[in-house]
């Protein structure tokens, strides 16, 4: 383990976010990209307009009206999007996450998720075959995509974006998702064949107390299924949240709508709620009316969604299922009797309640679901097709709105056009220290850059230092991209590295928060000029790959960069 290397230098404190203007913000036009005048007081809404399934061109602000709580807004931010490429920066003693547009104004992303975490292994063949289905024709589009895979161990990036569609198709017939498949397809809780059926029989090769202990294990494991069942399900719906958190960060420094088709088997992100209501006992064994579980679930779902509404990303959940039979799911082999009714009840509530998540998912965030339906390749295609072209609207929040959840409604004048867009915003209530932990925590395994707080950083030369490397980095945080408690001027940073060698095993980390209440001298500076950050890492000489994280706690927002170096 490597040595935690001492805070050896330079804060220069000329940190962020310009003061808020006074008066009514200018109307922005076309082209023009949005002017943010504080993250918690502008609500940006991307809302689709089609007519026969295609974009309306030309629609100009006044056409819209956008009413919160029942109530008229005044649209402040205006914007008709069309798609192009981020650009990623080169990989040399430099890093950074912050994301150079061709336009410099918002983009049109798609990225197209594989949850293998939820979905079955036949399911992924199928999804497999009609995602190469889908990219063949959309290599006609020129749109950017890109492709990761939802794992038990985490996200994988399989293609980052790319307009070659061809890419894709080759990232999904690679090893890697095959690999993924196969570990998400090995996490089987139980083994459903009893001793009598198995290769071995139950006489344990001849050993008739073997067999004996086989049978009660089998029994056992059969008895306890649905405990096995609800924890496996309350995992694996936890990992659902932790990724779509993580992507959410990711895309959140991105301007614009992003596109996210989440293709799964699906999950119960609200802690299994059917079980509970069927009378159907949890690991604990309380009583189905405890739902102590299922509130402590429900933070992290609200949570999930407002990083989703914050970063402007719509879900698009595709059922991989390509239609599902409840009463064919219920059957069982091993057992010649018709399935009870409460096993069928229970499927079918089970069925609803993924139907139900993958309703909420989209309505909550400006997205469209797509099950009971075999021709996936056409759902990824209207997918595609709606985030294509977009309007982005925005308006400011007076300081007299309450806290909680507000819903949203659209209305255009003219004629009949289908607008889609999320249904309301949760305006935050906590303290964002309360999600520090997570937010730090998935961002030092994340593969992916948070980038709601923009930074570069450069590795400087290795020097030596009796049998190991000392090597310094710089960080710097631009101008405006951190907020300071403008009561009393309060910094509040965190700042961490984590060095990793072969097999991800650590060698070393750095962790330090900058807590400092500024003059308002200090605090014009840090407004003015950012901030720059100096530190060193020991370390024996080797490739390491490097998870830099700069979390600002004042907003609760967080800026990560996974990068590499070489000592030597």
């Known amino acids: 383990m490597g040595k935690l290397c001492t805070f050896c230098a330079a804060i220069v404190l000329c940190w962020v976010v310009a003061a808020p203007s006074v008066g009514a913000p200018p109307m922005q036009g076309k082209g023009q990209p949005p002017n943010i005048k504080a993250q918690t007081e502008l609500v940006q809404l991307p809302v689709v307009a089609q007519r026969g399934g295609k974009h309306v061109e030309g629609l100009q602000a006044d056409a819209f009206t956008v009413f919160m709580d029942g109530k008229p807004q005044t649209i402040a931010v205006f914007e008709e999007v069309?798609?192009?490429?981020?650009?990623?920066?080169?990989?040399?003693?430099?890093?950074?996450?912050?994301?150079?547009?061709?336009?410099?104004?918002?983009?049109?992303?798609?990225?197209?998720?594989?949850?293998l975490n939820?979905?079955?292994?036949?399911?992924?063949?199928?999804l497999k075959q009609e995602i190469i289905k889908f990219l063949d024709s959309a290599a006609k589009t020129g749109e950017p995509f890109a492709l990761i895979a939802v794992t038990r161990t985490g996200i994988r990036v399989l293609h980052d974006f790319t307009t070659d569609p061809k890419l894709l198709a080759a990232a999904v017939k690679v090893q890697p998702l095959q690999n993924a498949a196969k570990e998400a397809a090995g996490g089987t809780v139980l083994d459903m064949t009893p001793c009598a059926l198995s290769a071995a029989g139950c006489g344990g090769g001849g050993n008739a107390d073997a067999g004996m202990q086989q049978l009660q294990a089998w029994t056992f494991m059969m008895t306890n299924k649905e405990g096995f069942e609800i924890y496996r399900d309350r995992a694996t719906g936890i990992s659902t949240l932790a990724s779509l958190q993580q992507l959410a960060q990711a895309l959140r420094g991105l301007p614009g709508r992003k596109t996210l088709v989440w293709a799964s088997s699906g999950t119960q992100l609200f802690g299994g709620m059917s079980r509970m209501f069927h009378g159907r006992k949890d690991l604990r064994g309380g009583a189905s009316?405890?739902?102590?579980?299922?509130?402590?679930?429900?933070?992290?779902?609200?949570?999930?969604?407002?990083?989703?509404?914050?970063?402007?990303?719509?879900v698009y959940p595709l059922d991989a299922r390509h239609g599902y039979n409840t009463s064919f799911a219920t059957y069982d082999v091993i057992y010649s009797d018709a399935p009870l009714t409460e096993a069928e009840d229970a499927a079918r509530g089970?069925?609803?309640?993924?139907?139900d998540s993958f309703k909420a998912m989209a309505a909550a965030t400006g997205g469209k679901p797509c099950f009971n339906r075999t021709d996936?390749?056409?759902?990824?295609?209207?997918?595609?097709?709606?985030?294509?072209?977009?309007?982005?609207?925005?308006?400011?929040?007076?300081?007299?709105t309450k806290p909680g959840w507000h819903p949203i409604n659209v209305r255009l004048d003219g004629p009949r056009t289908e607008l889609t867009y999320r249904d309301g915003f949760f305006l935050e209530t906590s303290n964002p220290e309360k999600s520090k932990l997570t937010d730090l925590q998935l961002a030092l395994v994340s593969p992916l850059n948070y980038t709601s707080v923009p930074f570069?950083?450069?590795f400087e030369t290795p020097v030596d230092k009796g049998d190991k490397k000392l090597i310094g980095f710089a960080l710097d945080v631009p101008a405006g991209a951190i907020i300071l408690n403008e009561n009393d001027n309060h910094l509040l940073l965190d700042i961490v590295a984590v060095v990793r060698g072969k097999g991800g095993k650590e060698i070393t980390r750095l962790a330090q928060r900058i807590d400092r209440v500024l003059t308002a001298e200090q605090a014009a500076v840090i407004r003015a000029q950012g901030i720059h950050y100096t530190n060193k890492l020991e370390l024996p000489s080797g490739d390491y790959g490097v998870w830099f994280v700069v979390r600002e706690s004042v907003s609760g927002r967080t800026g990560s960069v996974v990068t590499t170096v070489n000592v030597k």
């Not at 089970?350 to 139907?355: C, D, P």
């Open 82 to 115: 069309y798609p192009s490429l981020p650009v990623k920066p080169a990989q040399t003693m430099e890093f950074s996450n912050i994301a150079e547009s061709s336009r410099g104004t918002a983009e049109q992303l798609t990225i197209v998720a594989l949850d």
């Open 118 to 126: 939820n979905t079955q292994p036949l399911d992924q063949a199928y």
């Open 289 to 314: 009316t405890d739902l102590t579980r299922v509130s402590e679930t429900l933070d992290q779902n609200a949570y999930t969604f407002n990083l989703l509404n914050l970063a402007n990303v719509a």
């Open 350 to 355: 089970s069925n609803n309640e993924i139907i």
């Open 376 to 400: 996936l390749a056409n759902c990824l295609q209207e997918a595609a097709d709606d985030s294509h072209q977009y309007y982005m609207l925005g308006f400011y929040l007076d300081n007299k």
């Open 456 to 458: 570069q950083g450069k």
